[in-house]
Structures are given as structure tokens and as C-alpha cells.
């Protein structure tokens, strides 16, 4: 895996999970951890878990270790699926800007201490998604679909 270049396949419920987190949470920010898997070469996001932090503001949202590891565990736990593990990062921006410095210097970093690339999402007011991703400590280009890599004709 060279990690220069990711592609990403949003699945199933991604969408609309991080759509119903944000909303709940504007007008500040919400994040929290993906879950997904590789397939071949393409990084498949499935789901997406809330890692809530009581001081989020509107500008910003902290992902605190401890509350982040709970809520993976006990999604893991939940979704049983033999496939599904960390693969990035989520927040969300009540404002219509993409993600900022500090978010792909943050995402650059934590990549650091994984084999595979890192993706972040950051989710809009417009529904959108900012896609990112880094290998350790570098940014990769992204490309970005929507189908499940299953259905794919
Ligand atoms: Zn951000």
C-alpha cells in the first residue's frame, strides 16, 4: 500500500449517520471515529460513532481518548461485524468551510501511528463531506464514491 493516492467508498449508512450527528449536535461541533474496512485497494466507510465532547463549540470539537475508545468499543460490540474496524476520524462543521490546517495537520499526525492510511471526514452544513486522508504523516490524494464496492457492476 503506497498510500499516495486512496480511494474511498462511502457505504451504506455513512451518509445518512453523519448527517443525523451533526444536525443533533448544531449549532456546535460534533466528531468522532469511523468504521470500516480496506477492500483491495479502496478504504470502505461504513459507520460513523459519536465520541461527544461537552465543551464543543461552534469553532470547535476535541476528540478525548477516553470517551473516543469507549464509544468504539461499545460500537464494535453492537454492530458484530466480523470486518468493521477504525479506519479515520469525522467532525463536523456547522459552517460552511472545508477542513482547516489544524484539521489535515491533526489527521497528518495520527497517521503516524498506523500501517494504513487515515481518512477524515469533515461533514457540512450542505450536507457534504470534506474527504481526506494522510499516510504516515503525509497527505494522500482522494477519490471519492458513493456506491457500496459490492454492488458495483
Ligand atoms: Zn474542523
Request: glycine share 8%.
Amino acid at each position: 500500500m503506497t498510500g499516495h493516492h486512496v480511494r474511498v467508498w462511502l457505504a451504506g449508512p455513512i451518509a445518512t449517520e453523519l448527517n443525523d450527528l451533526a444536525t443533533a449536535a448544531a449549532p456546535r461541533e460534533t466528531g468522532g471515529l469511523l468504521l470500516g474496512w480496506w477492500d483491495d485497494d479502496a478504504l470502505v466507510v461504513r459507520h460513523a460513532v459519536e465520541a461527544p465532547d461537552r465543551q464543543a463549540s461552534r469553532s470547535s470539537w476535541n476528540r478525548r481518548p477516553g470517551v473516543a475508545k469507549r464509544a468504539l468499543n461499545i460500537a464494535l460490540q453492537e454492530l458484530d461485524h466480523p470486518l468493521l474496524g477504525y479506519i479515520g476520524d469525522w467532525h463536523s462543521h456547522p459552517e460552511v468551510c472545508g477542513a482547516s490546517g489544524r484539521d489535515t495537520q491533526s489527521l497528518a499526525a495520527t497517521s503516524l501511528q498506523y500501517a494504513d492510511p487515515l481518512v477524515l471526514l469533515v461533514h457540512l452544513p450542505d450536507r457534504t463531506l470534506d474527504v481526506r486522508a494522510a499516510h504516515r504523516g503525509h497527505p494522500c490524494s482522494v477519490s471519492v464514491s458513493r456506491q457500496d464496492p459490492r454492488t458495483r457492476s
